[in-house]
């Protein structure tokens, strides 16, 4: 089983920055591939970005240029750079990592992007 623990969300004005952290336990295997989705009122949950342990990404087009993941192979960690955020950009982040058949999430930690 896996644990995955968000922290770094918050109230930003629009053009502001925020960064997500997320930290997994209860393995003592390397995670390949984590990530982050999210959620906004009403809509479904949607891809934000992943990287595998190799360093491979993968963006929403919504976020490309603006959102930057990087993680911490080591330590199963994995952090979410988020810059010029838009008001769009307000949702319930989840953190998220497959280990074995199971994709496991997180709880969520919220963004709101308002004036």
């Known amino acids: 089983q896996v644990q995955l623990v968000e922290s770094g969300g918050g109230l930003v004005q629009p053009g502001g920055s925020l960064r997500l952290s997320c930290a997994a336990s209860?393995?003592?295997?390397?995670?390949?591939?984590m990530g982050w989705y999210r959620q906004a009122p009403g809509k479904e949950r949607e891809l934000v970005a992943t990287m595998t342990t190799g360093g491979t990404t993968n963006y929403a087009d919504s976020v490309k240029g603006r959102f930057t993941i990087s993680r911490d192979n080591a330590e199963n960690t994995v952090y979410l750079q988020m810059d010029s955020l838009k008001p769009e950009d307000t949702a319930v982040y989840y953190c998220?990592?497959?280990?074995?058949?199971?994709?496991?999430w997180g709880q969520g930690t919220q963004v709101t992007v308002s004036s």
């Open positions: 209860k393995t003592p295997f390397r995670l390949y591939i």
């Open positions: 998220t990592t497959k280990f074995g058949p199971f994709d496991y």
